[in-house]
């Protein structure tokens, strides 16, 4: 991916992921944006109470997921990792 689209991308999944960060702060949580993998997977990072819960799958693919893909529709899916 070149570097014009990679930024553009990154954008567009920075602002996803602000749309939906302050549903997960009223529940203590947070996230952060890892990386884009070259098959246009987003890797997350879930923080505080996201990182332990036991809804944190449903959490990412029905809420985080489809807010980025609303604002990147060319991303194939968003997954969490842990570091």
Known sequence: MDQTMNKELHDKIQAGLEEIRPFLQSDGGDCEFIEITDDLVVRIEL???????HM???TVKGGIEETIKRHA??????EAVTL
């Not at 923080?47 to 819960?53: F, L, Q, T, Y």
């Not at 529709?73 to 968003?78: D, G, Q, W």
Request: proline letters at 6%; one cysteine or more; hydrophobic letters at 40%.
């Open 47 to 53: 923080k505080g109470m996201c990182a332990d819960c």
């Open 56 to 58: 944190s799958a449903t």
């Open 73 to 78: 529709p060319e991303i194939k899916a968003v």
